[in-house]
């Protein structure tokens, strides 16, 4: 049977991250090329570019790298070893795990690749050299001679000039590549199979892989064994201290006792910190490398991946094949024993974290810390403030549909239960109510913080009033609600710095001019305007509403007269809303302000001469702190009070200065 060989190259699949493989390839031919129990001797020489001129020799290290060298002292491309070159897919060293199709992807990535290799033949040294490459499949450049007894027995792979789309991926620094190389025979480093491993550069680089596995991989190497049905793993777990570059906790998944496919374990444990810390104050992460008969059995023939699914449904949970993300769950399973004397530190100083920002900011989510505090290992490490809100407020939300789940599930519980246990039910009753009141007690927790931000801002943008007093009047107003919006357009609003009263209402209108919000033929427009539902009067069976209207003035103004002055012009916005019998909104709904009902107007301005002139004239009482003024007209039923914004201001701190006290806001 003949093999085209070109069609076998362009059929493998090699993907551009897959770059380095075709050099690993070479490496563990040359590695499993050592006589048996003997140990491996390799130099690896990585080749710049040289088609750009550089400035100086630095300026090399820089460049493309495009062709590897690989030596290695074993036994030799030797009858049976060129013979089993030949054949494509050859089983010659099938119980190493090697499928006879690896040189293959040299050609995948290659332009070409010359060997050189001197071997021994019957106490007889002989060369043999030879080129491989698709348009040479039949080894045409094929040259064997004879060498001197004092020759080394040697071989030489040469790739030469990577090809797109692989060359662009390719690491230019030799650091990288010599970790990759590493992480890929990391087992046989393990096993001792290696006497000495070079990796040059030829800019005069040299990287010792030996010392840079000693150094990079400390000596506490834990072992865990576990199996998923009847299939066994081993796992052993490798600490990266000082000079490795690997950020996360890594798990690579071997065959034939090399690294076939890696991930990091935050893929599939995300709380589980990048970086531990031990005794000593060394900083390090995992590697964590993964053998089976099982992958052994599985891997591709490119040695790229495995022929198994990467996950797996729940109802094929107990196959015998288990699924990629199967077997890392329970390498974590069995192996958390491993990390758990450096995961326990770092979760107390995680939840220091957390409560430390709990107690001083997000003071809503204290029942998260007391009722599940097992939660927090949840919460991903090192977050900045704003990411941590988020997170917590992620847990409450799963913490209130427990709560709806449960008592969902007491009422059911109760209701179809044929054996009425009350003292039990009670028992449950109760827990769920504690519960329910901690979320009560974070939502109101939440609430109070909005009002002392609130609060601030409206102190904050007072002590700019003398810089800026027109653009104050719109500024307060847009705290308090926003300017030209109705409650249809916003749900949040900030009445009660005026009047708790105001906090509940059916329609809010700001800035919007009688008109366009009633029936009322008028383009005036209050600051503010609410209709809400007071306690129904008598026997009238209608829905009544009152009325409240704000006014806002610029602060500091002191020109007001008998016929420019707020609480004249309130006066006149009442006027309209009692003259009609009834009114409608935009709506076409009645609004029905019963002439029983109080209507209740704030004007907020500060006080200056000219407005307390005024307001002494029509008669208003002062209030005990003189910031303040009171009336009540009689024929319009209606209460008018005059505040300043610095009472304003003092009187929303005193009304929630418990509330702030008892969370420290103060």
Known sequence: ????????????????????????????????????????????????????????????????????????????????????????????????????????????????????????DNEEKKKLTFGFSVDDVDFESEKLINMEQTDKVMTKVSLKEIQEPYRNRLPKDLDNIASEIIEHCLIYFLEGKIKSFQLLGDCGESIDLLVLFETSYSNEIAKREFSIGSNRFTAHFFKNVKTSKQKNHKVFLCADSRSVRGCTLKEYEENIPPIFEDIGGVKFNYSIYVTSSYLDQYVNQERTGFRIADKVDLCDEYDDTPAINTIIIELMVYGRTVFEPFLEPMYAKHRETIER?????????????????????????????DKLDLE?????????????????????????????????????????????????????????????????ALEFSLEFQDNDKYALEDTVHDIIMAIRSTSDDVQEHNLWLIDERMAYHKCLVSDKSFKSVTDIDSTKRPDLLVFNNPVVYGDDKRETSTAIIVEFKRPMRDDYNDSDNPVDQVTRYVQKLRKPDQIR???????????????????????????????????????????????????????IEVISFDKLLRDAKKRNLILFKKLNLE
């Open 1 to 120: 049977m003949q093999i085209d060989v070109k069609g076998k190259v362009q059929n493998l699949t090699l993907s551009p991250s897959d770059r380095l493989v075709p050099v690993f390839e070479a490496i563990v031919n040359s590695i499993q090329a050592t006589k048996k129990d003997g140990k491996a001797e390799l130099v690896v020489t990585a080749f710049r570019q040289t088609t750009q001129e550089v400035l100086n020799a630095d300026d090399r290290k820089f460049q493309q790298i495009e062709s590897f060298e690989i030596v290695d002292y074993g036994e030799g491309f030797n009858y049976d070893n060129y013979q089993s070159f030949k054949t494509a897919e050859s089983t010659h060293k099938s119980s190493l795990g090697c499928k006879g199709v690896g040189r293959f992807t040299w050609l995948k990535a290659f332009e070409t690749v010359e060997v050189e290799s001197v071997y021994l």
């Open 357 to 385: 920002y709990v107690n001083h900011a997000g003071y809503e989510y204290r029942h998260i810390i007391k009722n599940r505090p097992q939660w927090l290992k949840k919460i991903p490490f090192d977050l900045p403030d």
């Open 392 to 456: 917590l407020h992620k847990l409450n939300r799963n913490y209130e549909i427990e709560l709806k789940q449960e008592a969902q599930r007491l009422k059911d519980e109760l209701k179809h239960s044929k054996i009425k246990n009350y003292p039990a039910y009670k028992q449950s009753l109760q827990k769920y109510t504690e519960d329910l009141n901690e979320v009560g007690k974070s939502n109101l927790a939440k609430y109070i913080v909005h009002r002392k931000s609130v609060i601030d």
């Open 585 to 639: 909104d935009a709506r076409g709904r009645e609004i029905h302000l019963d002439k029983r009902i109080p209507i209740y107007c704030y004007v907020i301005c500060d006080l200056t001469s000219s407005i307390r002139d005024i307001l002494d004239v029509r008669n208003y009482k002062p209030l005990l702190d003189n910031q303040g003024y009171i009336f009540y007209n009689d024929n319009l039923n209606t209460v």
